[in-house]
Nanobody
Framework: QVHLVESGGGSVQAGGSLRLACEVS????????MGWFRQAQGKEREGVAT???????RYADSVKGRFTISQDNSKKTLFLEMSNLQPEDTAMYYC?????????????????????WGKGIQVTISS
């Protein structure tokens, strides 16, 4: 059974940094496409950053240059390093996995959804 558990969220001031982690069990991290998504209050869920099984990563335009996705296969953990955070980054952040062979681009756009999701973690940025 696949489980994704996010940690590392919280509240910081604009310009600050946070590191999100997603502990993965039940699947081999490097074999599948993984990603971070977020949903702000009143808005649709959107892709933030994804990484597929050959290491290709994709980022939403709004976070390019500020966020970095990475994974530690030995620790079965997916990370999202976030810097220069802004109030518009405030959202619930979700870790997700796709085991159907989709690419980083397809998953970032949520063309076909993701088949496993974590419960999410709140990130709040104050101005």
């Amino acid at each position: 059974q696949v489980h994704l558990v996010e940690s590392g969220g919280g509240s910081v001031q604009a310009g600050g940094s946070l590191r999100l982690a997603c502990e993965v069990s039940g699947l081999i991290l490097r074999k599948y496409c993984m990603g971070w998504f977020r949903q702000a209050q009143g808005k649709e869920r959107e892709g933030v950053a994804t990484i597929d099984n050959d290491g290709t990563s994709r980022y939403a335009d709004s976070v390019k240059g500020r966020f970095t996705i990475s994974q530690d296969n030995s620790k079965k953990t997916l990370f999202l390093e976030m810097s220069n955070l802004q109030p518009e980054d405030t959202a619930m952040y979700y870790c997700a996995a796709d085991t159907r062979g989709l690419t980083a681009s397809q998953t970032l756009r949520l063309d076909f959804g993701m088949n496993y999701w974590g419960k999410g973690i709140q990130v709040t940025i104050s101005s």
